[in-house]
T-cell receptor, first 113, second 115 residues
Framework: DTEVTQTPKHLVMGMTNKKSLKCEQH?????MYWYKQKAKKPPELMFV???????INESVPSRFSPECPNSSLLNLHLHALQPEDSALYLC????????????FGDGTRLSIL | AQKVTQAQTEISVVEKEDVTLDCVYE???????LFWYKQPPSGELVFLIR??????QNEISGRYSWNFQKSTSSFNFTITASQVVDSAVYFC????????????FGPGTRLSVLP
């Protein structure tokens, strides 16, 4: 079983909906990440939180809004998404940023109608 | 700028064959970290190994082995006596600088091990 838990596993939403993806880890890691992965492509980094502060935002559209309520939780709020946003969204955590191995969740497979 | 190249898009082998996955990286930093991750069909990425730029010692872990050569900027991964469960997409990744703030995956190699 993965130590990083993502919910939901699957999400279908319309372009006008508002939804949130959730990620939780209890390994005491202080860095958490959101990635977007399209089919047959590598994961692309979206956001990095280090000690609950947003440290990296890779020019992601504002329709994606991250939130880190505490060191164990990471949310990704979605609003007015486009069909091209359909992808696998992966959450990861690590003890520190960059040089430490990242532990990944199973991902949320998002489909935008 | 940093870049990771995995020239093999897809590889198919028959069970029990050995297979090597290539990874070539490009960086101007003297301090960097290299990783390999496995992504099975279930979707979760699994960390396999991390190497820093100052440690060129090769490593073996069971059927897995890694060959790090700074002279050719390569960090290749070999699976010995492959098994069907090894079928997955394998990503090489590079993290640059002492803080490793820049992290990028290579394009991945899809390995299919046939029974």
């Amino acid at each position: 079983d993965t130590e990083v838990t993502q919910t939901p596993k699957h999400l279908v939403m319309g372009m006008t909906n508002k939804k949130s993806l959730k990620c939780e880890q209890h390994m005491g890691h202080r860095a958490m990440y959101w990635y977007k992965q399209k089919a047959k492509k590598p994961p692309e980094l979206m956001f990095v939180y280090s000690y609950e502060k947003l440290s990296i935002n890779e020019s992601v559209p504002s329709r994606f809004s991250p939130e880190c309520p505490n060191s164990s939780l990471l949310n990704l709020h979605l609003h007015a998404l486009q069909p091209e946003d359909s992808a696998l969204y992966l959450c990861a955590s690590s003890q520190g940023t960059g040089i430490q191995p990242q532990h990944f969740g199973d991902g949320t497979r998002l489909s935008i109608l | 700028a940093q870049k990771v190249t995995q020239a093999q898009t897809e590889i198919s082998v028959v069970e029990k064959e050995d297979v090597t996955l290539d990874c070539v990286y490009e960086t101007r930093d003297t301090t960097y970290y290299l990783f390999w991750y496995k992504q099975p069909p279930s979707g979760e990425l699994v960390f396999l190994i991390r190497r820093n730029s100052f440690d060129e010692q090769n490593e073996i872990s069971g059927r897995y082995s890694w060959n790090f050569q700074k002279s050719t900027s390569s960090f290749n991964f070999t699976i010995t006596a492959s098994q069907v469960v090894d079928s997955a997409v394998y990503f090489c990744a590079l993290s640059e600088g002492a803080d490793g703030q820049n992290f990028v995956f290579g394009p991945g190699t899809r390995l299919s091990v046939l029974p």
